[in-house]
């Protein structure tokens, strides 16, 4: 069953609660430890949005990784609905600002890589045809990724997650290599997609617009290696304009605890 077709209380459940527990983690590069997060802690609930943002390098990515169970950390540990988080796993899926998708592949053939991988393909025929429809890319079906534009592929990427009915999705930058205009509607396609299908989202940006826009919560992170420096709830239901004297008072707030406050 696709998201689109879950029932309210289906909806209501379908998003994963994560717990990040004093997780530090650091790489070793030539031989000398380079701390990359520092005791980070935060929980998320069910169906929430969670936008992460700090200063490029500082560990937000890494952190993502963590959360997806394609790394373990250092020390402290990782928890979706109690369970730890010891490796990868279909309920969590994870969105690249690259759309990696495989050119000798066409629309079709890109999305059904999860069904196909985990032997589902002959009995979920009809969730890629609704996850492609869901993302607006009905009639694109036979196209190849060499015909599609760049929000078009990146439609590609989110369909490929949907179609795996994810309960907690994992965005890393997805919308960052495109134009302003389709960024706009980017945002406002996740927006709808997460409305409808109740999964909890976590979202890497660096656009504090962004993050106001689509986030119930954003994490505001140091410098590397980081620590949270703030967890702000953004208390304004859905849709919000871009214009609210709220959001602009919110993104004053963060600039500041990015330190860039003097510059706006």
């Not at 992460?52 to 959360?67: A, E, N, Y």
């Not at 979202?203 to 962004?210: C, P, R």
């Not at 239901?237 to 600039?255: E, K, V």
Request: aromatic content about 6%; glycine content about 8%.
């Amino acid at each position: 069953m696709v998201a689109a077709a879950l029932r309210k209380d289906e909806v209501a459940a379908a998003g994963a609660a994560l717990d990040v527990d004093d997780v530090s983690h650091r790489f070793v590069i030539d031989g000398a430890p380079l701390e990359v997060i520092d005791h980070v802690s935060f929980h998320v609930a069910p169906g929430e949005f969670i936008a992460l943002l700090g200063p490029s390098g500082c560990g937000k990515s890494t952190l993502l990784r963590l959360v997806a169970g394609l790394d373990a950390p250092a020390s402290g540990g990782l928890r979706e609905d109690g369970v730890p988080i010891t490796g990868p796993d279909p309920s969590r899926v994870v969105v690249f600002q690259d759309p990696t998708l495989f050119p000798w592949r066409n629309v079709w053939r890109n999305v059904a890589l999860g069904p196909e991988a985990q032997g589902t393909l002959r009995a979920g025929r009809a969730r890629i045809d609704e996850a492609i429809r869901l993302v607006g890319l009905e009639g694109f079906d036979k196209a190849y990724p060499h015909q599609l534009s760049g929000g078009m592929a990146q439609r590609v990427s989110l369909a490929r997650a949907l179609v795996n009915a994810p309960r907690l999705l994992i965005l890393d930058e997805p919308l960052g290599k495109l134009d302003s205009l389709t960024r706009l509607t980017m945002q406002t396609e996740i927006l709808s997609l997460w409305q409808r299908s109740g999964f909890t989202v976590l979202l890497v940006t660096h656009d504090i617009e962004e993050a106001l826009f689509l986030a119930n919560r954003i994490i505001v992170f140091s410098d590397r290696p980081a620590k949270v420096k703030a967890d702000i709830n953004v208390e304004r239901p859905y849709p919000r304009h871009r214009g609210d004297s709220y959001l602009a008072d919110l993104r004053r707030q963060i600039l500041g605890l990015l330190g860039l406050d003097a510059t706006w």
